[in-house]
Structure formats: structure tokens, C-alpha cells
């Protein structure tokens, strides 16, 4: 182990997130963000944690496009994409029951330089190869 520890922090309500990230930095040096209640709330989240200066990553590059550091998740287009195809196929007769359920098979690596560079972070060379997407 690498002498880290998770402390789950948790907003259960849209108005408790800035009193989260308030008693957040007395305790972490990073921050994962990662459920669907906060993706209405995004640009809230990006402004608090750049004014607080915590980097943190997220679950879609919709954050990152918002002034997040960084993302790692499903590409969120592609299951619209296959929603498309199955409402074709049901208004064509096919049974609901009948199709098959998909899991995301395409993930992304968005990785913001603007923030990296504001929060006083170098991100890897190996990183910035391996990212889908670099926003300068």
C-alpha cells in the first residue's frame, strides 16, 4: 500500500455539496466524482474544486470540457447511439424482452492541461499518450 486512504464524503442532496467541499480540504488531496446525481451540478462541482484547489477526476469528459483535470468513463454517445437502433427495431415488431442488454465497451481518457496547469500539476507524457482527448 502507498500510505493512502479513502474517506467517502458524501452529498446526498444538490444543496449539500458546497458545505461537502468546504470540510473537504481539511481532509483529502484529491477528489473522485463519479455519480449521476452531480452531472445536473457539474459546473458546480469544476468551480469548487478549483477554488479550492483539489484535483479530481470524473466520470465523463462533460467535466472536463466544464474546466475539470481529468476523466476517465463510458463515451456516453454511444448508447444513444444503440437507443436509436433498438427503438427501430421495437417500432418494427421486434420484442423488448427479446433484445439483448449492452454494457459501454468504449472508454475515454479526457485529460484538461488549462486545470493541470492552474492546480500547479504536471501530468505524465504517459498519460497525455494515452488519452482519447487533450484540452489545451
Known sequence: MRGLQLEIL???????IDAVFAS???H?????????LFNS????????AARY??????????YVAAG?????????????????IYAGRILNGAKPADLPVHQPTTFELVVNLT???????????SVLARADEVIE
Open 115 to 125: 486545470t493541470a496547469k492552474a492546480l500547479g500539476l504536471t501530468v505524465p507524457p
Open 53 to 62: 484547489r483539489v484535483p479530481a477526476i470524473y466520470n465523463g469528459r462533460e
Open 28 to 36: 483529502v488531496d484529491a477528489l473522485v466524482v463519479g455519480d449521476p
Open 10 to 16: 458524501k452529498a446526498g442532496a444538490e444543496g449539500e
Open 24 to 26: 473537504l480540504v481539511q
Open 68 to 84: 475539470g483535470l481529468i476523466s476517465y468513463g463510458a463515451n456516453f454517445a454511444a448508447p444513444y447511439h444503440q437507443i436509436g
Open 41 to 48: 451540478r457539474r459546473e458546480q462541482i469544476v468551480a469548487l
